[in-house]
């Protein structure tokens, strides 16, 4: 029992709840024996499951759990009425007045777990003044508190004018969750009465200026870890609203991406000559020998450019960007037979649902506010996420088409709502063609969330991720080639001649969570590309240290052996395992933290449209350019700083924040004409604080923030901001070949994590085998 607690305290109620042990001196919940190391306040918070203070009781009575959490609410409403009205005649509470005031208002109960008998504390939490003069002042300023009516009403109206001017100005109302947006107001409100804003005038310099300086005392960080680890320098071409071609150029490196330039490549954009001289100079830039890698993705020019990049740059490796081959893959997969039928007949449905509002609302109904569409960073992927989360709510839409409200109602009439209800209800194919569609291209979504991540560097996985994924995926098939058969040719045309590199090997190689494993492959083609890399990125004496070296790495000798080394292959990162156990071997440590520092793909390239139109569509003269160079400087480090920030909180990579749903999936644009009959406002559910909250946000600010933004990319890749609905961790799980029954949570497939090396997604379907002819 804590010492704050006092004699009449034991009178509380709470008390009969407690297990009390001879000799401790903490109380322990009679229900579940927790102890609680505060006083019985705090117990009766653990038994009401406020999650104040202690995690709820799980195994309380609910009559318990009823009265601590009425007595809690009670005990709060006191202390609420007994400060306001000590705040509001001026008062604060000090001993002079709190023996009078509780004999007004009522003392605060005896279950506060304070102590009534220490004499050190008021009620309040505040020191209670001991000095001759005490009783005639007091610590409290002479004002409202929020709490009170006036200050309530003052906070309204300041609440209305910060709405107003977002209304005025049409920004979205998640601008609010910007994490720059509560420090601006505290800044603000800290200053107090008379601040003056910062005029245009001063936005346009000094504070522009300000932030540019920070952003270079930010950028020798990333120096620092360029030449330390290595980097990657990641070019991605995008197309602006008037059809013109600009180039970003991103640096990659375990401390995060930093964006350099951005150029209007629009009249060399086909040229592969004068791609590889923009491509060489931003590697003179950075310094040759800090640039291990350039990733772009895989057309023609790029190909030609990297090449001849890799001729003159005898250091360094050119790779295609991993994620735009395995959207390419996907992309495949999709056109045969039976997935393009699967994918067309599910885009209709998609499309009947959320094209007309009233349906929408009635599959909301039925599958509890969960949505069908699943955004993802790529086209494809998007498709394929949206068959998942469609498989999932299979019995909610059954059940809507089935239902009495629906066959009531004026769509079920109609050639479209007939033809929709007909595919889900009574087509012998669909629901199986979805769950076979699903079993045979997740595994490559799951491979695609890893090299598209930037919470670890993919290099590592990536060789062992692919040969996984088409295990998994024969796996699903049970093992039928005639199944799975059309699959693996597929994945094999793209990655064997374009996405396969001795880089990939290397870090396969390198890996110890993968070299020490039982189903290692120490094939020729691993050696090969491993000594390949060697040979590139060493001189002749490191390189000879190098081999040398590596026979300790491969037969475990020295610390590579040591118990802790081995336990923590799967604990640590590969290249904080190098850093910690390959200090004996120097040379051969520096070229594997060169090598799984890597990323795989070029996903920093990511940008804010609005930035980039701001420039290039107005009429300028040089030195306003420049300015806004530096604003899409500022701005774009900044959003990518954040975006770092919150991947490392475990956001899911593949679903980001606010990311527009693909125009394929759902039907036009909502009629941005209001209606004549404003009844409508009248409708009490429109400004309820619950109705809006079990409503998704996607629907509600999608348009609002893509109205500024542009969606045409290079190889079709999504990069603006949406809410995501749905969508998992984003992390690893351990080799799972257990199948999923087909009414299982296919939700729940390849989006957790075990801390270990990421695997792949199984599905077991018992619907009759496909025929071949749909697989050809």
Partial sequence: MSSSDSKNSRKDFVWKYVMEISGEQYIRCKFCNQRCTGGVNRLKHHLAGTHHGMKPCNKVSEDARLECKEALANFKDQKTKRNELLQEIGMGPTSMHESALSKTIGTLGSGSGSGSGSGSVSGSGEPIPRGPMDKFTTSQPRQSTLNSKWKQEERKEVCRKIGRFMYSKGLPFNTVNDPYWLPMIDAVANFGPGFKPPSMHELRTWILKEEVNDLSITMEDHKKAWKQYGCSIMSDGWTDGKSRCLINFLVNSPAGTWFLKSIDASDTIKNGELMFKYLDEVVEEIGEENVVQVITDNASNYVNAGMRLMEKRSRLWWTPCAAHCIDLMLEDIGKLNVHATTLSRARQVVKFIYGHTWVLSLMRTFTKNHELIRPAI?????????????????????????????????????????????????????????????????????????????????????????????????FNCRGMERKYGPIWRKIDARWTPQLHRPLHAAGYYLNPQLRYGDKFSNVDEVRKGLFECMDRMLDYQERLKADIQLDSYDQAMGEFGSRIAIDSRTLRSPTSWWMRFGGSTPELQKFA?????????????????????????????????????ALVYVRYNTRLRERSLQRKQNVDPILVEEIDSDDEWIAEKEDPLLPLDLCWLQDNELFNVDAIRAVSSNSQETQASSDHMVSSHSYKRKHNEVPSTSGGKGKEKELNLTPIDEDEDLDEMGIHDSGHFPTIDTLDEDDDDLGEEDLS
């Fill in 378 to 474: 790529t086209r494809f992927a998007t498709a394929f996420l949206t068959l998942q989360s469609l498989y999932k709510q299979k019995q909610a839409l059954i059940a809507m088409f089935s239902s009495e409200k629906w066959c009531s109602s004026t769509w079920a009439k109609k050639v479209e709502g007939v033809k929709t209800r007909s595919t889900v209800l009574f087509d012998p194919n669909f629901w199986p063609h979805v769950a076979f569609c699903i079993k045979t291209t997740v595994p490559l979504v799951s491979v695609l969330r890893e090299v598209d991540s930037e919470e670890r560097p993919a290099m590592g996985y990536i060789y062992e991720l692919m040969d996984s994924a088409k295990e998994k995926i024969a």
């Fill in 593 to 629: 933290i060169r090598v799984l520092s890597l990323t795989c793909s070029a996903s920093g390239c990511e940008r804010n449209w609005s930035t980039f139109e701001s420039i290039h569509t107005k009429k300028r003269n040089r030195l306003e350019h420049q300015r806004l160079n």
